[in-house]
């Protein structure tokens, strides 16, 4: 039993409109001999983003009263706080340099997910409008360029409560089930699993990360063989937010 | 840049005494071509309790009032609520199923993580005692038996906030650090980075239940290698836990 995770580089700055999947299919070939139906392939977001054209100059942004508090408050700059509020559904918590957001996508985390880094000069990147049809997007260019059927999650790195550190989650998901559902299943005694169901686009998108952060920024891309999943043409990472009635740890 | 993923099956149960080092070391002989110095060893909290002696026989459990009452208001065995409530510091929320604690090493999760699956009949599991210390010793009995300066992570199932499904983490740590500090690192453009804490330790546990969960029940180890960490002897899980007065999210 075995896993690999191939880290894909991609070369030169990703402009709207820039062809990813074509990308993929030839880094693929280069670094992973070439991609294999069953193939999962991890894109970060930011990549995404910038291929969808969603980068904004700072510049351009007009902070409103408000976003000009708030930026006060945290210690932001008010241009990415007034872009983090237009991202957002609601503001969570926010203090001590954080803005908390739920997002327009229903994700909760830091600046509604709005970010500076590799992000051209003066610039912004804001997550992908829907990053689920952007996976699934991406799965159907990938079929027809390679003629290969692969699973494909978009990952973001994000903060988290309770644990130090970031990790990579999976924010839009195509062709597999980002969760797998073992309840019931037989453990080594023979007894029935009562709570056991896997994230596994979240463990996917962590084990890209190893790749993906290890290298320059230069590796947005990770293909992952060897990974059995559910497949699954209407899945979506939205199965994975938690509302807020069914958590406990909130 | 390539990460590799192996499972290492163990063969029969594992009882008080049980020799996990030189079970690793012929396990990773026979399905990852050997241990090789660099890798890091992926071991669930479970076995590693199990060759601890972190077994304890429910029916020699005497609930407590307490515990009776708790185990009413949340559906769970009396037995499993008494032995959760004596591993933990504090409740941190309970109902609907649920009991929510800080356990003794400070870990925050459900039931202290005691756990009834994958336990021999009528018993229930208890994590290890120390699980870094755990870690350490593997780690140089793994040196000791093998010669081969691995890192050791022990890993526990857990849900967490915010998010549905559980991910495997990191509740011990040796020879790595458990987050590889990237602030001041330059990005893509020369902007450095504010704010990039990975939690290797974390991202390493879910890539290792790749092939854990994947399996049967009775893979309860990885091997990972191509993972590049900054080795540190005296790295601990504990590293990822974060104090209540810094998380925004709570």
Redesign the interface.
């Known amino acids: 039993?075995?896993?690999?995770?191939?880290?894909v580089k991609l070369d030169g700055e990703v402009e709207p409109g820039f062809d990813l999947a074509k990308a993929i299919v030839e880094g693929a070939a280069r670094?992973a001999d070439g991609l294999r139906d069953g193939d999962i392939v991890v894109v970060t977001s930011k990549v995404v983003s910038k291929a969808e054209g969603r980068v904004v100059e700072l510049s351009r942004v007009q902070p409103s009263y408000f976003a000009e508090a708030v930026a006060k408050a945290t210690g932001k700059a008010p241009e990415v706080v007034e872009l983090a509020l237009r991202e957002a559904k609601r503001v969570?918590?926010m203090?001590?340099g954080?803005l908390?957001t739920e997002d327009l996508r229903g994700w909760?985390s830091?600046n509604s997910g709005v970010d500076?880094?590799?992000?051209?000069?003066g610039c912004a990147v804001l997550l992908p409008i829907d990053p689920d049809a952007s996976a699934r997007r991406l799965r159907e260019e990938i079929a027809k360029v390679a003629g290969r059927k692969v699973a494909v999650v978009i990952s973001d790195?994000q903060?988290?409560?309770?644990?130090?550190?970031?990790?990579?989650?999976a924010i839009g998901v195509a062709g597999m089930k980002?969760?797998?559902d073992?309840r019931g299943e037989a453990?080594?005694?023979g007894?029935r699993?009562?709570?056991?169901?896997?994230?596994?686009a979240?463990?996917?998108a962590?084990?890209a990360?190893?790749?993906i952060?290890?290298?320059s920024?230069?590796?947005p891309i990770a293909v992952?063989r060897?990974?059995?999943y559910e497949e699954d043409a209407e899945a979506e990472a939205k199965?994975?937010?938690?509302a807020e009635e069914?958590?406990?740890?909130?």
Chains 1, 2 share one sequence.
């Open positions: 039993m075995k896993v690999e995770v191939y880290g670094e969570v918590r203090g001590r954080c908390i909760i830091a500076v880094s590799n992000a051209p000069r790195t903060g988290r409560p309770l644990r130090r550190g970031q990790v990579d989650v980002p969760i797998r073992r453990d080594l005694y007894y699993l009562k709570v056991k169901e896997v994230a596994v979240d463990e996917v962590s084990a990360e190893l790749v952060g290890q290298a920024e230069a590796t992952i060897g990974v059995t199965r994975l937010q938690r069914e958590d406990l740890f909130l």
